[in-house]
């Protein structure tokens, strides 16, 4: 068998996020679909991380195990050409027998973004959280390095089914900015893990900061072991991307 490992770019809108979902379209049930196709036998596909219903991918990575000798170039063009158009294989090659694209990720960079004019272009619709009402946006500028550096984030993070395992809500977030793009505010954040709706939370509590519903010294707080509360609100999926996945 080969261990194949391969980056996507997707369009999130359609989708039910990464993870597969009986009866519910899915981008790993899409992928492992096509391959089963090349293969003519069922092929498991493991993800770099799973994002969730809406978000997006400029560079997610993946790895399946495959019997099939088909030169890596014609694999990608192969599952292009059965793929539906908002999912697209940017680049395939062969990887080590123990590739594991989660388990050996070293960092993630996501980007959240925020289209601030009154009219949002239709084209940009379903690709930023379209927030035109009045804020204080350097409390965006002022918060955002808040993140940065090894904390307890669970109250940023969404329930989720691992939470009985009891498992660590301690993250290292390496870099956390904000940028202005002409109408855009983009939120950048590279870190060595991310919990379920972390960005969007981490986003929604900067909105929340930037409308005068919380102090930065309330943002610090939330940041410390036992906070008592949870984060005010999660921001939108149609504006996260993941951008990139790091590996040694």
Not at 37 to 42: P, Q, S
Not at 63 to 69: D, E, I, K, T
Not at 125 to 148: K, M, Q, S
Request: proline share 5%; hydrophobic share 40%; net charge positive.
């Amino acid at each position: 068998m080969r261990r194949i490992k391969f980056t996507i770019s997707y369009d999130g809108t359609e989708y039910h996020g990464w993870q597969v979902q009986p009866g519910l379209p899915t981008i790993q049930g899409t992928l492992e679909t096509v391959l089963g196709e090349i293969e003519k036998a069922g092929v498991h596909v493991e993800g770099s991380g799973r994002t969730d219903a809406g978000v997006h991918a400029l560079a997610q990575v993946a790895a399946c195990s495959l019997a099939n000798p088909i030169p890596v170039d014609n694999l990608r063009k192969a599952m292009n050409r059965l793929l539906p158009a908002d999912i697209r294989i940017i680049s395939v090659e062969e990887g080590a027998d123990d590739f594991h694209p989660r388990f050996q990720a070293k960092a993630k960079t996501y980007e959240y973004r925020i289209w601030r004019d009154e009219v949002c272009p239709p084209f940009q619709r379903r690709y930023v959280y379209h927030f035109p009402y009045r804020i204080n946006e350097d409390a965006f500028f002022a918060a955002a390095p808040l993140y940065a550096g090894t904390h307890d984030f669970t109250a940023f993070a969404a329930a989720d089914e691992k939470d009985e395992l009891r498992a660590s809500k301690v993250r290292t977030v390496y870099s956390s900015e904000m940028l202005r793009q002409g109408a855009m505010l983009i939120y950048r954040v590279r870190g060595s893990g991310f919990l379920k709706h972390m960005v969007r939370n981490l986003t929604g509590t900067m909105i929340d900061m930037s409308r005068g519903n919380m102090s930065l010294d309330e943002l610090r707080a939330l940041l410390q072991p036992g906070a008592q509360r949870k984060a005010c609100h999660s921001a939108p999926a149609r504006g996260l991307f993941l951008v990139s996945v790091e590996y040694p």
